[in-house]
């Protein structure tokens, strides 16, 4: 894995189900590589195709390979772009894999997986849920799934940043997440770090955080305040 600061990023999004994952995925793989003229894709996600293809959702036994699957298809996307863009991770499989099963021999891996993400964007509930074949089980399994999720992050001691909003506005908070991961390194464009820098320059004194918040503004001042910490 590259040093930190340096690519190949990877840019990791995970959420429950119909919160915008793969739609934000590919907008935000577009718009850096345009704007930043670095070379930038996004791996969707290997779940998605594996039941497509099957006609139904995996075994408690085929879970591992999933997992396992979706971690090498990034890997070779990073092998050749500087962003790498994750329409999820093992992680997300983890979380499924503990939720319908009740088994959570998947979190370790999952976990020492993401650790090699250099940012974690988690895709907040305020969304309209909306059916999509046989992945999704309904509204009902979303905010137990977003609690399992931040549980696991914070328990392993991995920060993350809430990307909510509607229509342009859910790019926007992704790409205000992303922009101090890349702006240390110079890119062959800078577009979209001059247009963000007055915002970086103008990000309020934080004193506190809080358990649970799904404001992105606050989830980004938080993210300064902790990447701040670690590069000191």
Same mark, same amino acid.
């Given at each position: ?22 739609? &934000?995925? $590919? ?24 039941? %497509? ?5 995996? #075994? ?14 990034? %890997? ?15 992680? /997300? ?12 021999? &998947?979190? $370790? /891996?999952?976990?020492?997986?993401? #650790?090699?993400?250099?940012?974690? &964007? ?5 969304? =309209? ?13 979303? %905010? =137990? ?8 992050? /914070?328990?392993?001691?991995?920060? +993350? ?6 229509? =342009? $506005?859910?790019?926007?908070?992704? &790409?205000?997440?992303?922009? =101090?991961?890349?702006?240390? $390194? ?6 979209? +770090? ?24 606050? %989830? ?11 590069? #000191?």
């Amino acid at each position: 894995m590259a040093e930190r600061g340096a690519p190949p990023w990877r840019i990791a999004i995970v959420g429950a189900e119909s919160t915008g994952k793969s739609t &934000l995925a $590919a907008a935000l793989a577009e718009r850096l590589g345009r704007d930043t003229g670095w070379r930038a894709t996004w791996v969707p996600e290997v779940l998605r195709a594996w039941c %497509e293809r099957a006609g139904r959702t995996p #075994r408690i036994d085929e879970q591992a390979g999933i997992a396992q699957a979706q971690a090498d298809h990034i %890997e070779a996307a990073a092998g050749s772009h500087d962003i790498v863009v994750c329409d999820t991770t093992p992680l /997300m499989t983890a979380i499924y894999h503990a939720h319908v099963f009740g088994d959570h021999s &998947l979190h $370790a /891996m999952a976990t020492a997986w993401q #650790r090699r993400c250099d940012l974690t &964007l988690l895709t907040a509930l305020d969304l =309209p849920w909306q059916a999509d074949g046989l992945q999704r089980d309904g509204p009902h399994v979303r %905010e =137990p799934v977003d609690a399992a999720i931040r549980a696991l992050l /914070m328990q392993a001691g991995l920060p +993350f940043v809430v990307v909510g909003g509607t229509g =342009p $506005a859910r790019l926007e908070h992704a &790409l205000d997440a992303v922009t =101090p991961l890349l702006a240390a $390194a110079p890119s062959p464009r800078g577009g979209l +770090f001059t247009r963000l820098a007055a915002r970086e320059s103008a990000q309020p004194a934080w004193g506190w955080t809080c358990d649970s918040c799904d404001s992105p503004d606050c %989830e980004h001042a938080a993210w300064q305040l902790r990447r701040a910490s670690v590069h #000191r």
